[in-house]
């Protein structure tokens, strides 16, 4: 379980450019929830998401997972057990060593193992099964350099590397908005499949409220680094994307239109 109690986060704090990104936030997610995350430009998202992760610290608040304080643990110590996957398909891995090379050492940092150590056979094959199991090819260009894949296998990679040890806590920062309509598509669907299966602990940020409500299992929506909607079960099975707009509007008093949420 993720809990985060009253986090607070100031940018350029006591200046003229003072900007509070998180607002004694809290928020708790269950054991194989998959959360999706929407809201404009500087409603906190990213900031969230930094905050969980260890890139940055908050001013106050507190943040546990499964029960263990990680407010103030390294970043590097976070990302033992917290994988996350940014809208760059460059960024989190290694593009001038090959598909293999970068999911090996993502397999040897997740199990603790020695990374310049020599996997096994077993490991390996293990690593070539899931890399099959995406049904792109991919297992029979392990030995192609990453960065030469296209941007959806790149994604679909690394989506293999941030579950090759299944982690308690899976950050997808709009993973697909970069990527062409039908990668976006298969890494959407790659997604689903891998999350569903393993029961993986997700948090998702999207700018599209279609694609909020038609994946996972619960959606909010942040403003002004609070949660201004949270909607799950039942309830959110029959919602549309104009009755989404209306229970912010009702809450936080203010307009907010589809295109707010997809710029």
């Known amino acids: 379980m993720l809990n985060i109690n009253e986090a607070t986060k100031i940018f350029n704090k006591n200046t003229p450019d003072e900007h509070i990104a998180l607002n004694s936030l809290s928020l708790e997610v269950s054991d194989g929830e998959f959360v999706t995350i929407i809201g404009g430009n500087?409603?906190?998202?990213?900031?969230?998401?930094?905050?969980?992760?260890?890139?940055?610290?908050?001013?106050?608040?507190?943040?546990?997972l499964d029960g263990h304080d990680i407010t103030?643990?390294?970043?590097?110590?976070?990302?033992e057990?917290?994988?996350r996957i940014f809208q760059d398909p460059m960024r989190g891995t290694a593009p001038h060593l090959t598909v293999g090379e970068n999911l090996i050492i993502a397999?040897?940092?997740?199990?603790?193992?020695?990374?310049?150590?020599?996997?096994?056979k077993k490991e390996k094959n293990y690593i070539k099964e899931r890399l099959a199991a995406l049904n792109l090819g991919l297992e029979d260009r392990i030995n192609?350099?990453?960065?030469?894949?296209?941007?959806?296998?790149?994604?679909?990679?690394?989506l293999v590397m941030?579950?090759?040890?299944?982690?308690?806590?899976?950050?997808?920062?709009?993973?697909?908005?970069?990527?062409?309509?039908?990668?976006?598509?298969?890494?959407?669907?790659?997604?689903?499949?891998?999350?569903?299966?393993?029961?993986?602990?997700t948090l998702m940020i999207t700018h599209n409220i279609t694609s909020a409500l038609a994946m996972g299992t619960r959606t909010i929506m942040m403003d002004s680094g609070t949660i201004a909607?949270?909607?799950?079960?039942?309830?959110r099975k029959e919602l549309t994307v104009q009755d989404v707009l209306k229970k912010f509007n009702s809450v936080k008093k203010k307009e907010f239109d589809d295109d707010n949420v997809l710029l």
């Open 107 to 120: 397999y040897m940092r997740s199990i603790k193992k020695n990374m310049l150590g020599i996997p096994s």
């Open 72 to 79: 103030h643990m390294a970043e590097f110590k976070r990302a």
């Open 81 to 83: 057990f917290i994988g």
């Open 229 to 235: 909607v949270d909607i799950k079960g039942d309830e």
């Open 144 to 158: 192609t350099k990453i960065g030469l894949l296209s941007g959806g296998q790149r994604q679909a990679v690394t």
């Open 162 to 201: 941030a579950t090759l040890v299944k982690p308690k806590l899976l950050l997808l920062d709009e993973h697909t908005a970069a990527l062409d309509p039908v990668s976006a598509k298969s890494v959407i669907d790659l997604t689903n499949k891998i999350v569903s299966e393993n029961n993986i602990t």
């Open 42 to 64: 500087g409603a906190g998202k990213s900031t969230l998401f930094n905050a969980i992760s260890g890139t940055m610290l908050c001013e106050s608040g507190t943040i546990s």
